[in-house]
């Protein structure tokens, strides 16, 4: 996730508005992971083998999914920290032509 839009942000031909839509997915996705209490599948994986291993009991399990939680929470927060920076150049997202521009988002990026 983090990677396919890191490869976005740094591709050559990017707008800044564009940028700006990379930067709302990836927040979007990070808010779904964590409502969703999303974990990789391999990492999934591996928590169910120390399960069936009887390696992790239930506090240790309980640790873990926080921590995943964690990690989703902060990344949204320190994705959040940018959005003033995305701010701007968000006004011209209608130039991206994704839909049919309206007049009053052309007027509000003068």
């Known amino acids: 996730m983090f990677k396919i839009s890191i490869l976005k942000l740094e591709s050559d031909y ?3 508005s564009e940028a700006t839509q990379v ?3 990836l ?3 990070l808010e779904e992971r964590k409502a969703n ?3 990789p599948f391999e990492a999934n994986q591996l928590l169910a083998q120390l399960k ?3 390696t992790i009991d239930v506090d240790k ?3 873990f999914r926080k921590s995943i939680e964690g990690f989703y929470q902060e990344g949204i927060n320190y994705l959040k920290l940018w959005k003033n920076s995305f701010d701007i150049a968000n ?3 209608w130039l991206t032509l994704q839909n049919d521009p309206t007049w009053e988002e052309m007027e509000a990026s003068r």
Do not use: G, S
Request: charged residues 45%.
């Open 14 to 16: 990017i707008t800044a």
């Open 23 to 25: 930067y709302e997915e």
């Open 27 to 29: 927040v979007i996705k």
């Open 37 to 39: 209490n999303f974990i």
């Open 52 to 54: 069936d291993d009887n």
């Open 61 to 63: 399990e309980k640790h």
């Open 91 to 93: 006004k011209f997202k």
